[in-house]
């Protein structure tokens, strides 16, 4: 039996009159005659008596006229908290190091400024890791630096991003203009985990130039990388935005390669078949159009 039917049967108990229930729900006494033989046939048992052409209910009537109300007051409650989820609704963030220390903070800042109802959670990690989950559909959105592999997640570019190469000030590299590329076959490097969008920059571009080099430390930390290169235990290759401060604050050296570049994008990314709620989709248009 459908809603429609409850609803109809309700009218018919509230106002005992086959014609006054039709007014009320503006269809014709017919249909509300057909309706309530329907249930009866479906239930197999008689719900009116109607005696002397007036209504009233049988046992069973009354017991139907219990379930109905609680029926339709159950449909009411659903579109109330439908409505809710959709006015308000909840967002989980899945992003990589880079983005989510330097990225994602304002970004969040900001849409939680014009959306305070919008509940968002975030996990961070490589960018693998990020479209395992969002592929898992543990993660609505991600914003990743790293390439995306699987056909089945979208990805639209909404930052460019270029890596430099970083030096302890006491480096041999600091005093240099500019560092030769093959210079950089005799260094230790600090480098980030197999699966980081940054690892993955730095191997590209160091084998487009046939370059060698040696990872001395592997981590997935960006602030431990920073720390390991300060105390000049290495260099490392790593994202502009990630050591603004350290470079301003003359506690690391950005250098040039001579004739290379790191350079990349950060995308949006997202499962193809995802629906994507009112929240997600502003929070994607705040990513493409920042304020």
Known sequence: ??????????????TMRMTAAAEQLFISQSAISQAVNDLEKYYDVRLFERLSRKLYLTPAGEKLYSYAQHIIGMNADIEKEMKALKESGSIRLGASVTVGANVLPALVASFKQSNPQIDITVFEDNTVKIEERLLSDKTDLGLVEGEIISPDIITMSFADDELTLICGVKHRFASMPVIESHELEKEDFIIREPGSGTRKTFEDVMSAYQISWNAKWVCNNTDTIKEAVM???GVSVISKIAVRKEVDFEKLCAKTIEGMRFCRTFKIAYHKNKYLTPSMKKFIDLCMNPK
Not at 1 to 14: D, G, K, Q, S
């Open 1 to 14: 039996m459908t809603l429609r039917y409850f609803e109809i049967f309700v009218a018919v108990c509230n």
């Open 231 to 233: 105390a000049g235990l």
